[in-house]
């Protein structure tokens, strides 16, 4: 059992077994990610962690204690209410990440909905299928009933099928801009319309595209109108630690007026430790990532942003157009931005085999399902990886087609498997019962140093052993 070391160890000594334990982290210096992580620059890097450092101590939940902080927040919402178009009377909060700015929407307009008497007992918003997850812990966390949306062909969202779902219940609309999976941007003003018309209010996840699409609108190129230009958007959401390229922690919700957020607001004035008052999620907020947004902000510039915008861009133009020259791939839908997704076009082809040989050759890809795919999200990093990365891609689809076997064996099997067994219950047992390993005592890692390959075969293993159970159990072998 680990304890705290009796006698405390020295720095030194400290800091050289952390960076040990690094070793078998993903490469995400070198262009080897393809999300999670987004760089800019090394000397971007650097000046924002020194901004975060100079408030490394500072605690935002008493605004009036570091009034620094409240005024880089302030400052932060303004800046972003203006860039998604904006005017006065936008107001919002800074929140730690993308999932805080989709769970306080949800939060917010069930509340705004009690105010009013609507919505029932249990309310329902309703969302595109290819909605971030965030918005269904939303709904679980806050008992919001889920109403998921199909898509059409090019992966946007069904809007007859929307239409249909609104009743008396639907107290919030979600749509993207652009979607995590595919990149793509749901018809905003379309839905928009609807908003207006039926007096629901709707929000629009730019969590990828607040701090990207109007970038690439000031550069020239063509983008649908996807934020307060649209009438019936009544709040966004647009995380600063992604490409607005701040420090972990930061992302920005912005709503029409007050008339919104003050619902957002939870005020207890009978707490023995004192009034309490406090506009977002958390209580203690490190003023580290706040100060990084603010900074980043300021020393990008529009000018910054629109470059950064173009080298992204010309990188996705690369990838993209190279993966459609590949036989036997093609992206899915028409993104928007820098995020894509591509699959298989030839049943011969798993892309899931692809996959597992690109993860040998070093690239840390993440999986989709409904379609299969492979995902990426281009940052500066890719723009020198981006011709390697192609003709990995290549060798890789090579490889697959002429090892058909490839795509029924290890990981690719699993992932396959995974992605298809129509036992949704039995995945999710089994992915609960990896986590309480995970988060029990032994905090026992379902992968090995390669990362996910081993977590998809043990837990495609133990499916898989499961449904031969069941299946001689009914007889049907
Ligand atoms: C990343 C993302 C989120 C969630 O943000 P986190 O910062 O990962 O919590 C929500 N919506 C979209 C569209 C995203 O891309």
Same mark, same amino acid.
């Not at 100079?54 to 302030?74: G, I, V």
């Not at 329902?124 to 889920?146: D, G, L, Q, S």
């Not at 609309?173 to 003003?189: C, F, M, N, R, T």
């Given at each position: 059992m680990i304890s705290i070391p009796s006698k405390g160890r020295p720095h030194d000594d400290i800091l050289e077994s952390m960076q040990l334990f690094r070793e078998n982290d993903a490469d995400h210096k070198n262009g080897r990610t393809w999300s999670l992580v987004y760089h800019l620059t090394p000397e971007h890097d650097a000046f924002l962690k020194t901004a975060h450092q100079l408030f490394f101590s500072e605690n935002a939940l008493n605004p009036m204690a570091f009034k620094s902080l409240k005024r880089f927040e302030h400052e932060v919402v303004r800046m972003t209410a203006r860039l998604l178009n904006g005017d006065e009377k936008v107001v919002g909060t800074m929140t730690s990440g993308g999932t805080e700015s989709c769970l306080l929407p949800v939060l917010c307009y069930r509340e705004r909905a009690r105010s009013r008497k609507l919505g029932g007992s249990l309310p329902e918003m309703i969302a595109p299928k290819t909605i971030h997850v965030a918005w269904e812990k939303a709904a679980r966390y806050f008992n919001v009933k889920m109403i998921r949306i199909p898509l059409k062909d090019d992966f946007t969202v069904n809007v007859d099928i929307l239409k249909k779902k609104i009743n008396r219940r639907t107290i919030l609309i979600v749509a993207s801009a652009p979607s995590y999976p595919h990149g793509v941007i749901d018809p905003i003003e379309e839905i928009g319309r609807i908003a207006v018309e039926r007096n629901i209010p709707f929000h629009v996840d730019a969590? /990828?595209?607040?701090?990207?699409?109007?970038?690439?609108?000031?550069?020239?190129?063509?983008?649908?109108?996807?934020?307060?230009?649209?009438?019936?958007?009544?709040?966004? %959401?647009?995380?600063?630690?992604?490409?607005?390229? !701040?420090?972990?922690?930061?992302?920005?919700?912005?709503?029409?007026?007050?008339?919104? /957020?003050?619902?957002?607001?939870?005020?207890?004035?009978?707490?023995?430790?004192?009034?309490?008052?406090?506009?977002?999620?958390?209580?203690?907020?490190?003023?580290?990532?706040?100060?990084?947004?603010?900074?980043?902000?300021?020393?990008?510039?529009?000018?910054?942003?629109?470059?950064?915008?173009?080298?992204?861009?010309?990188?996705?133009?690369? /990838?993209?157009? !190279?993966?459609?020259?590949?036989?036997?791939? *093609?992206?899915?839908?028409?993104?928007?931005?820098?995020?894509?997704?591509?699959?298989?076009?030839?049943?011969?082809?798993?892309?899931?085999?692809?996959?597992?040989?690109?993860?040998?050759?070093?690239?840390?890809?993440?999986?989709?399902?409904?379609?299969?795919?492979?995902?990426?999200? $281009?940052?500066?990093? +890719?723009?020198? $990886?981006?011709?390697?990365?192609?003709?990995?891609?290549?060798?890789?689809?090579?490889?697959?087609?002429?090892?058909?076997?490839?795509? %029924?064996?290890?990981?690719?099997?699993?992932?396959?498997?995974?992605? +298809? $067994?129509?036992?949704?219950?039995?995945?999710? *047992?089994?992915?609960?019962?990896?986590?309480?390993?995970?988060?029990g005592p032994e905090g026992e890692m379902p992968m090995g140093p390669k990362g996910k390959e081993s977590f998809a075969v043990r837990m495609g293993t133990r499916i898989f052993s499961r449904i031969l159970r069941w299946a001689s159990r009914t007889g049907c072998r």
């Amino acid at each position: 059992m680990i304890s705290i070391p009796s006698k405390g160890r020295p720095h030194d000594d400290i800091l050289e077994s952390m960076q040990l334990f690094r070793e078998n982290d993903a490469d995400h210096k070198n262009g080897r990610t393809w999300s999670l992580v987004y760089h800019l620059t090394p000397e971007h890097d650097a000046f924002l962690k020194t901004a975060h450092q100079l408030f490394f101590s500072e605690n935002a939940l008493n605004p009036m204690a570091f009034k620094s902080l409240k005024r880089f927040e302030h400052e932060v919402v303004r800046m972003t209410a203006r860039l998604l178009n904006g005017d006065e009377k936008v107001v919002g909060t800074m929140t730690s990440g993308g999932t805080e700015s989709c769970l306080l929407p949800v939060l917010c307009y069930r509340e705004r909905a009690r105010s009013r008497k609507l919505g029932g007992s249990l309310p329902e918003m309703i969302a595109p299928k290819t909605i971030h997850v965030a918005w269904e812990k939303a709904a679980r966390y806050f008992n919001v009933k889920m109403i998921r949306i199909p898509l059409k062909d090019d992966f946007t969202v069904n809007v007859d099928i929307l239409k249909k779902k609104i009743n008396r219940r639907t107290i919030l609309i979600v749509a993207s801009a652009p979607s995590y999976p595919h990149g793509v941007i749901d018809p905003i003003e379309e839905i928009g319309r609807i908003a207006v018309e039926r007096n629901i209010p709707f929000h629009v996840d730019a969590c /990828l595209g607040g701090f990207f699409l109007p970038f690439m609108e000031k550069i020239g190129y063509r983008i649908p109108i996807f934020d307060f230009r649209c009438k019936g958007v009544t709040s966004i %959401s647009a995380d600063v630690h992604k490409y607005g390229f !701040g420090a972990k922690g930061a992302s920005v919700l912005v709503y029409r007026d007050m008339e919104y /957020l003050k619902h957002q607001f939870f005020i207890h004035p009978d707490w023995p430790g004192g009034v309490f008052a406090s506009p977002a999620l958390l209580g203690t907020r490190p003023g580290g990532p706040i100060a990084a947004a603010w900074a980043a902000m300021n020393a990008l510039g529009m000018n910054g942003y629109c470059e950064m915008a173009e080298t992204i861009m010309e990188t996705t133009r690369k /990838l993209t157009t !190279g993966i459609n020259a590949i036989d036997g791939l *093609k992206i899915l839908g028409k993104p928007a931005m820098g995020v894509f997704a591509y699959g298989s076009t030839d049943s011969g082809i798993s892309i899931f085999a692809v996959g597992d040989i690109m993860e040998d050759r070093g690239w840390h890809v993440d999986r989709l399902q409904r379609p299969d795919g492979l995902h990426a999200m $281009v940052t500066p990093a +890719h723009k020198s $990886v981006a011709d390697q990365y192609l003709l990995d891609l290549r060798q890789a689809v090579e490889m697959v087609k002429s090892n058909p076997g490839l795509s %029924s064996r290890g990981n690719a099997a699993l992932y396959g498997m995974i992605a +298809h $067994v129509p036992f949704r219950g039995l995945i999710k *047992k089994e992915v609960k019962k990896m986590m309480e390993k995970m988060y029990g005592p032994e905090g026992e890692m379902p992968m090995g140093p390669k990362g996910k390959e081993s977590f998809a075969v043990r837990m495609g293993t133990r499916i898989f052993s499961r449904i031969l159970r069941w299946a001689s159990r009914t007889g049907c072998r």
